[in-house]
């Protein structure tokens, strides 16, 4: 118990502040991609190819734009913590 109070107390708090932002980043991400949900995976209702090819391209530069974000947060939290991990065992 009390190498685990050690441990979290040579965290700096930024770190943590950081990582918990890396997060609120990723959660932002729920209400969006549940619409893309929606749109790909609603197969009871007949298929409007209008209607289709319309949202097709919002929902591929939606997809397109969290992928990006995706993949900056995710090498964003890596490189936290591999920080944290390094400077604790300094």
Known sequence: MKNSVICIKTV????????????????????????????F??????????QVVKQYYASAKLFETFHKEYALLIAESQNQLASITQNQKI
Do not use: A, F
């Open 12 to 39: 700096p708090y930024q770190e943590i502040l950081n990582l918990r932002d890396s997060l609120e980043r990723l959660e932002s991400w729920k209400e969006p991609l549940e619409v893309l949900e929606k749109y």
């Open 41 to 50: 995976t609603n197969p009871t209702t007949p298929i409007n190819k209008k």
